[in-house]
């Protein structure tokens, strides 16, 4: 959802510099990072949130993706606003 990807996108390796600097749990082992981020990038692609851009290695958000994942993200703020401040 950042600003910052959206004209190229983003790809695995983006995403595994963001998650690393919140509070989302990855694998002890850094050999594992990547695999578990394709996973997360093919759970968020078959609910239709994330597109592959053909013939690249880079992800974008869909249309659908961008009112469904901002929506999840405000709730995440005004239900649990402690878990937001500790992962800023």
Do not use: C
Not at 41 to 63: E, N, Q
């Amino acid at each position: 959802m950042s600003g910052e990807h959206t004209l190229h996108g983003f790809s695995n390796r983006d995403l595994r510099e963001k998650l690393q600097a919140t509070s989302f749990r990855l694998h002890e082992d850094p050999t594992k990072h990547s695999g578990q981020v394709s996973r997360l990038l093919h759970r968020l692609h078959v609910y239709g949130l994330v597109a592959k851009i053909p013939r690249s290695r880079r992800w974008r958000v869909t249309a659908f993706g961008y009112p469904v994942m901002s929506a999840a993200l405000r709730l995440r703020e005004i239900h649990f606003p402690g878990l937001h401040a500790a992962a800023a």
